[in-house]
């Protein structure tokens, strides 16, 4: 692609380690990416964050700034074929009578390769036949083979802040890569564009380059005088979404999610809805949003509807599996379920209650009967003897201590009356009528 065609983002591209904005824990002098990028030395690495934290950027500087080869690889589209062709080559260049040529393999999205393809990767990074850089949003500890890990270095990329983004923007505005003082962005535009952009600098230059265009339009279509000035009204139109008054750096960002979750605790579906709708038009990270149901199935429903949980860890799965807009729908199903839930904080209550009671030391040894006892000389110091198996028992409870001696007896968890849990209030008094019946 003609590079004066590509998109904003792309022409923006840091073209040195010195250009990147925001990551400054990873830029540190002597840090391990100055020592790959500036002292050329071989290693692969593992980037791991946000969408639209500098991933790809990383990779490109790499290959620029040590003059390697750049082959990027699409884990939504390669395959183990396509891996190992791009290795062979690579040792191909390295083998060139004329002189090596090193190579940067980047892969996007590296968590979506199966074990085999992943596997493929491991030969052209143990004998440095490539220099790997592979990205990554998910956990890599979930997501990425053992093997591979242990080859690579992590490198940790955080979501960029409001202020990071508006450096971005005031370079995309003057440089001559982007619009070179074409523009100016008002104020109330800037605001609604950074509330957008929730971090991720790809966002950001996206919908300034369609606001670019909107206002180029408008200045064709008028009369008079042409504007130099992006206003909010051309970037809402550009970018498609209402300009919802929702300060995110400021108090209504966290008054706004209160109330989404202080309206699912009372029950009030319609309120509870609402907050989602201003969340979502606004821009917020449905991450975010994913997350504080999480929360709220647990510590507001816990077990008044134990199912709660895996309907919001799904909308949350569903969050990262097909994205927005359409994962508003799981996000506002969730909602509906949690909302209309019976609701118990027995489960916060305690596990409070138990943090509290060890933080001040009431922390005994284990009882005898429950320490390890598969080890030789076990049953010599009397770890394991008399230990009641509860299978064995007819009622599947077993009345034998299990809390040291200094809380025995204590009860943390206090259950309600209320939806499901009122099976588990009765369940929870039988049990605890045999346990303490020795």
């Known amino acids: ?110 968590h979506r390769f199966t074990k085999a393809q992943q596997d493929a990767l491991l030969p052209g990074v143990e004998n440095r036949w490539v220099t790997l850089v592979a990205a990554t949003t998910e956990n890599p500890f979930f997501s990425v083979i053992s093997p591979l890990l242990s080859r690579s270095l992590l490198l940790t990329l955080e979501s960029l802040t409001d202020d990071d983004i508006s450096v971005l923007l005031d370079r995309a505005l003057a440089d001559e890569r982007g619009l070179a003082g074409e523009f100016t962005l008002a104020p109330d535009a800037r605001d609604h564009l950074l509330r957008m952009a929730g971090g991720d600098a790809r966002r950001a230059l996206t919908y300034l380059e369609a606001a670019a265009g909107g206002a180029r339009a408008k200045n064709a279509a008028a009369d008079g005088a042409a504007t130099s000035t992006i206003d909010l009204e051309t970037l809402e139109t550009a970018v498609d979404q209402a300009a919802v008054r929702y300060d995110r750096a400021g108090d209504q960002h966290y008054d706004v999610a209160s109330a989404l979750i202080k309206s699912i605790r009372g029950s009030d579906v319609d309120a509870a809805m609402h907050y989602l709708a201003r969340m979502i038009v606004a821009g917020e990270d449905p991450r975010f949003i994913a997350r504080r149901l999480v929360i709220s199935a647990s510590e507001d429903i816990g077990m008044g509807d134990p199912t709660a949980l895996g309907v919001a860890v799904a909308a949350a799965d569903a969050v990262q599996l097909i994205g927005m807009p359409e994962a508003r729908i799981n996000l506002a199903q969730a909602v509906v379920a949690l909302a209309l839930a019976p609701k118990s904080n027995s489960v916060i209550s305690a596990v409070d209650a138990a943090i509290a009671d060890v933080k001040a030391g009431k922390i005994g040894p284990v009882p005898s009967h429950l320490r390890d006892a598969h080890y030789a000389g076990a049953k010599k110091i009397g770890h394991g003897a008399s230990y009641q198996y509860s299978h064995n028992d007819p009622r599947g409870v077993s009345s034998q201590q299990y809390a040291p001696d200094v809380i025995d007896g204590t ?12 099976a588990y209030a009765d369940r929870v008094e039988a049990i605890r009528k045999i346990l303490r019946n020795r």
């Open 1 to 110: 692609m003609d590079h004066a065609a590509a998109p904003l983002a792309v022409r923006m591209r840091p073209r040195s380690l010195d250009e990147l904005v925001g990551q400054q824990h990873l830029l540190a002098p002597g840090s391990p990416l100055r020592r790959l990028v500036e002292g050329d030395q071989p290693m692969s690495l593992l980037l791991w964050g946000p969408p639209g934290t500098g991933k790809t950027t990383i990779a490109a500087v790499v290959s620029h700034q040590t003059n390697r080869k750049f082959v990027e690889l699409s884990a939504v589209t390669a395959g183990v074929k396509d891996v190992r062709q791009v290795i062979d080559g690579a040792r191909r260049d390295l083998a060139r009578p004329g002189g090596a040529v090193e190579t940067v393999l980047f892969i996007d999205e590296v």
């Open 411 to 422: 009860d943390y968890y206090t259950p309600t009356r209320r939806g499901g849990e009122a």
